[in-house]
């Protein structure tokens, strides 16, 4: 395996077992023999033990057990330690000798993420892990956003870290995880340091009795995608499903939106997709900062669940402030959100590959398919009398969309002349959902 080996299991997978217990197994041993459930503390416990030692005994005061995994390289020193760096590398498929080998620490770090992912599958899947945190700096915010991958949504999740701060991408990505930024790093044992992890572990113990899903049909639950240039249209369609005896989750489509409402379905908790802001999509074909990654549009199709795509704000790409526009748009029609929200209007060559990316998509979907067009403009700043009105990128987004599609004429694309918050589009978009939902009952 290289060291820049990145591989993960879905939480879908977690949840079936499927980071199961691997080479661990084989042995014959069981690591997790006299565990009882508790929350998971994983740290690399050479450098935070002593932080573990003291959060520990807050969660534990507090009536709360806790299963400590150390993810360190180095040996741990005197520590309360319930799951051991040796069986992490086992995990990962080696040994600690072999780990601790690597003339490089980045190689080595790589096998301890791989070890603690499966770990925390096999945790979940056993039913002892109640909630997790993660402490530390930059390597242990890595190690915990591995975890923060393969855990179900609901289960209580908190990163205690200096780098919970600025860009937290690649630690949250969708993760329903709550953040404590410790201001001061974790060297040694200090006021302001001692009250985060104290807060920490209060937090926990509040949120483990808490029910994060109700007992929804979840045969009657429709995924949707909203951003604020599509806010009217959401709200509307919202009302229109609540008023036929159908819930929602509505999902913020700036990436983590993206790929929260891909789990959701991947883990059955949804019935039927309304994906009514398609825009992170224009940032991954175009090298946007909201993008939710290639696997967007994957899991309705997969699944075989009804769909109804709409492409709300597929003319904008995202960017922060002004200064994280790449220098290839900088002179192109650009519009300031707020401080920190950049727009860039798609252009029409652009506007194509984004309908053929997403028309790729959908040939490959299962399930029933409709695509809802709305040609009198795509968001609030596409629309007649806006800078960022457009007829010609919409066609191209049109045309580059039917054409991928057009070797599945069961996929019904509607073009209507009317804006995307037009509350007749919405309904006529929303009549066909409750329509798909109709026939599978």
Excluded at 182 to 204: H, K
Excluded at 234 to 252: C, L, M
Excluded at 356 to 375: C, E, N, Q, T, Y
Aim: glycine share 12%.
């Amino acid at each position: 395996m290289s060291y820049g080996d990145q591989t993960f299991a879905s939480k879908t997978d977690a949840v079936s077992g499927k980071a199961g217990a691997g080479d661990v197994a084989s042995t014959g041993r069981s690591p997790f023999a006299g565990l009882k459930p508790g929350v998971v503390i994983a740290a690399t416990m050479d450098t935070k033990g002593e932080q573990v030692d003291f959060l520990r005994a807050q969660l534990e005061g507090r009536g709360t057990a806790v299963i400590v995994v150390d993810c360190g390289i180095r040996p741990a020193g005197i520590h309360r330690i319930d799951i051991a760096a040796e069986t992490i590398a086992e995990f990962a498929g080696t040994d600690m000798a072999t780990v601790r080998s690597w003339p490089e620490r980045a190689p080595a770090l790589v096998q301890m993420l791989n070890g603690l992912e499966r770990c925390v599958g096999e945790l979940q899947s056993r039913g002892l892990l109640r909630g997790f945190i993660g402490l530390g700096g930059g390597t242990n915010a890595a190690l915990a956003g591995r975890a923060f991958r393969v855990l179900r949504y609901g289960v209580p999740k908190i990163l205690v870290s200096t780098a919970a701060s600025g860009d937290t991408k690649p630690f949250v990505e969708g993760s329903d995880v709550v953040l404590v930024h410790t201001v001061v790093d974790f060297i040694g044992l200090n006021a302001p340091l001692e009250a985060s992890l104290e807060r920490a572990a209060a937090a926990m113990a509040a949120m483990l009795p808490i029910v994060f899903w109700r007992e929804d049909d979840g045969r009657r639950i429709i995924g949707m995608t909203a951003v604020g240039a599509t806010t009217e249209a959401a709200e509307a369609a919202d009302d229109h499903f609540k008023s036929q005896g159908f819930g929602t989750y509505v999902f913020h489509a700036r990436g983590p939106g993206g790929i929260a409402l891909e789990d959701l379905i991947a883990q059955g908790r949804i019935a039927a997709s309304f994906d009514l802001a398609t825009t992170e999509v224009s940032d991954e074909v175009l090298g946007g900062l909201r993008s939710a990654g290639p696997g967007r549009l994957d899991a309705a199709g997969k699944a075989g669940i009804p769909q109804v795509v709409v492409p709300g704000a597929v003319d904008l790409v995202n960017f922060g402030g002004l200064e994280t526009v790449p220098e290839r748009y900088r002179h192109r029609q650009l519009i300031t959100h707020t401080p920190a929200s950049t727009l860039l209007r798609v252009n029409a060559d652009e506007a194509r590959r984004v309908g053929d990316w997403i028309g790729g998509k959908l040939v490959h979907a299962r399930g029933p398919i409709s695509v809802f067009l709305p040609m009198g403009g795509f968001s609030s700043y596409d629309r007649p009398g806006s800078a960022f009105h457009d007829p010609k990128a919409s066609d191209a987004f049109a045309t580059g969309l039917k054409k991928v599609v057009a070797s599945r004429p069961e996929i019904d694309v509607v073009e209507l002349d009317l804006h995307i918050n037009d509350p007749r589009f919405v309904r006529q978009a929303a009549d066909r959902m409750l329509a798909y939902l109709a026939d599978a009952e």
